[in-house]
């Protein structure tokens, strides 16, 4: 059974108690476990090849009423989004740096339904992984690098420190050499309105809705529009989209990915870009 629907069904358990009131908010709780699955993803560190560090503090920005609706059970909710978080980095052998935290606020720009996912990595005394392995800390932050909708352009970045003595980093995702992978491996990521997104799947999903591993708000965009399939060569499919796809300017329902490949679904750009490590 996948993590997302393990979450689902322990919270079906609670809705005959004081948590039922949460369902009845626009924004849905499995909605906001699957993005912080993909903040998960879109923002992993690799170090070495034993070790990559994901965000381990999340905040969720909600509109004003549904954050009304949620804020009385703001502990409960985030207790369980973040065993959710564990059991999925767990599932991905990813590693944290400290402890799990789930946080809801208030946004003002955001509209009815809307949220937005933050993340940064803090580190405590000792790093914890889902394992159960300790080593070093290092004190490192890094903002959310997916949103719904996007985070406003000009926001303020946070700081973020070196990693230990000895430990090898990648680079932040969205920045440069993004998807790093350990040494004599391609790392590939797509680069979406100048936002880079790392594949560190086999699989990845581009689409409007939220369920998708990159979401794209463009109205002429299907909810899963096409997916990217990693291998030698890589390869783009459409997922019989509405609006089809349009690789290097040729209309396709399949074709082979290069370094550069320009990809078009509505009126979105996507650039794919591989490299070796």
């Known amino acids: 059974m996948g993590v997302l629907k393990r979450f689902e069904q322990r919270l079906e358990g609670l809705v005959n108690g004081t948590f039922a009131k949460v369902f009845k908010s626009e924004v849905q709780p499995v909605e ?16 070495n090849r034993d070790r990559t560090v994901v965000p381990n503090d999340f905040i969720v920005e909600l509109s004003a009423p549904d954050y009304e609706r949620l804020s009385p059970y703001s502990g409960q909710l985030g207790d369980e989004l973040a065993g959710m ?4 980095a767990k599932q991905q052998r990813y590693t944290f740096m400290g402890a799990i935290k789930v946080h809801l606020q208030k946004a003002d720009d955001l509209d009815t339904g809307l949220y937005r996912v933050r993340s940064r990595t803090l580190a405590s005394s000792e790093s914890q992984s889902p394992q159960g ?3 070093p800390a290092a004190p490192q ?22 990693p230990p003595s000895g430990a090898r980093s990648a680079p932040r995702a ?24 790392q594949i560190s799947r086999p699989t990845l999903v581009l689409g409007r809705s939220t369920d998708a591993d990159v979401r794209i708000d463009d109205p002429g965009v299907s909810r899963r529009h096409c997916e990217i399939r990693v291998g030698s060569p890589s390869t783009i499919q459409d997922l ?7 690789v290097d300017g040729q209309h396709t329902t399949r074709a082979t990915l290069r370094d550069g490949s320009r ?5 979105t750009t996507i650039v794919y870009r591989q490299a070796e490590g």
């Open 85 to 88: 978080v564990r059991d999925y």
């Open 133 to 135: 392995g300790r080593g």
């Open 263 to 267: 990809i078009v679904v509505g009126s």
């Open 240 to 246: 019989g989209s509405t609006n089809g796809i349009v």
């Open 32 to 47: 906001i476990a699957g993005a912080l699955q993909r903040e998960c993803d879109n923002n992993a560190s690799i170090w």
């Open 174 to 197: 969205g920045g440069p050499g993004v998807g790093a992978q350990s040494h004599g491996q391609t790392r590939r990521w797509i680069e979406i309105n100048g936002t880079r997104h």
């Open 141 to 162: 932050q890094r903002p959310g690098g997916y949103g719904y909708p996007p985070q406003p352009s000009g926001a303020p970045p946070m700081p973020a420190a070196p």
